[in-house]
């Protein structure tokens, strides 16, 4: 395939009424209303699609692999699942500009309907025929869960360290991102160095990824969020952000972290020495050494249009505000 062509079907892919949205909405069609409600909100209300892009330019990288269009389907639909849960243990008001769907339809509802979005991963990744890629994928919800428990775990005991930190945020949100880009490795039968070069950049772009939205969770701005800002330290989950502040000034920070209830004064205090002390700047610096270094890993492939596309996307994290 030709570099051109590949931009061109990646285009097609996303392109409104394109194939990616015709197969996402016939994958989650149900006869049961409320199951049908609840994917439909999820569908029109968007996202980023980051994961399928991901799945598309790694398949676009290798010029072109059989299933890629499953591939971005699959890690779509387990992202989806994962939203739909993740709200209702935050407790989050809105997903996506909209009404949390556990708000509106209730928890059961909710969760059950992420359990059935789990039920079309399966099938959508058995149409490949590719056992590696249900291993990959399996790995990446065990993981998955594992980050988001760990996350709760790690409030309940203030057991904050860096190492949990990453620990957490590689199982909650890079893993499936690997996968993204590491599936379509598989689908291309791509072994050794290029199927690592692709796995490592799905891993430090969601670290990247992660990293940011931590970052604007507490220094971004709440009109272009759409959420007001600090909603982690009102959840007990202390971010580098958080960590680094606690460290340098323990005797302001500790206390506010460990109230009940964080009012929007604690959290213009925790923003204003973010600033004052140089630990905003300092996280900024380490996003910016995990784009690099996803940008490295890509390295040992050769360049195309793909390629560039991948590294656009990971540059973009310097600069996301939302
Ligand atoms: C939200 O992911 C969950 C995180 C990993 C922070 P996205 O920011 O990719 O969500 P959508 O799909 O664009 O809504
Ligand atoms: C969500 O993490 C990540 C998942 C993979 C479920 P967060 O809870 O930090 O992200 P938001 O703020 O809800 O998008
Ligand atoms: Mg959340
Ligand atoms: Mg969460």
């Known amino acids: 395939m030709s570099a051109g062509s590949a931009r061109l079907n990646l285009q097609g892919a996303f392109a409104a009424g394109g194939d990616f949205d015709a197969k996402l909405r016939r994958l989650l069609s149900s006869d049961v209303e409320f199951i049908r409600l609840i994917e439909d909100d ?136 690997t996968a993204a880009t590491e599936g379509a490795a598989i689908l291309g039968d791509a072994a050794g160095e290029a199927r690592r070069a692709l796995a490592s950049f799905g891993r430090e772009y969601g670290l990247a990824f992660q990293m940011r939205d931590d970052y604007l969770d507490l220094m971004g701005s709440a009109d272009v969020l759409g959420k007001p800002v600090g909603g982690d330290v009102r959840e007990g989950k202390v971010t580098l952000i958080t960590l680094w502040l606690l460290a340098e000034a323990p005797a302001k920070v500790e206390p506010l972290l460990l109230r009940r209830q964080v009012s929007s004064a604690d959290i213009a205090v925790l923003r204003s020495l973010a600033e004052e002390r140089g630990v905003a700047k300092r996280v900024v610096k380490a996003i910016e050494k995990r784009v690099d270094s996803a940008i490295s890993a890509l390295k040992s492939l050769p360049g195309s249009p793909a390629r560039a596309a991948l590294e656009e996307l990971a540059l973009a994290e310097l600069q996301r505000l939302q």
């Open 42 to 177: 999820l569908v029109s209300a968007g996202g980023k699609r980051i994961r399928p892009r991901l799945a598309f330019l790694a398949g676009e990288s290798l010029g072109g692999v059989p299933h890629n269009m499953e591939l971005a389907l699959a890690v779509e639909l387990l992202h989806s699942a994962t939203l739909l849960h993740d709200d209702l243990v935050d407790d989050a008001d809105t997903r996506r500009g909209r009404e949390a769907a556990f708000r509106k339809y209730g928890n059961a509802v909710s969760v059950l309907s992420g359990d059935y979005l789990l039920s079309r991963v399966l099938a959508v990744l058995a149409e490949t025929g590719k056992l590696e890629l249900v291993r990959l994928f399996a790995e990446a919800a065990r993981l998955l869960a594992e980050g988001e428990v760990l996350q709760f775990q790690v409030a309940a005991y203030r057991d904050y360290s860096e190492d949990n930190y990453y620990r957490i945020i590689t199982g909650k949100t890079a893993a499936l991102m």
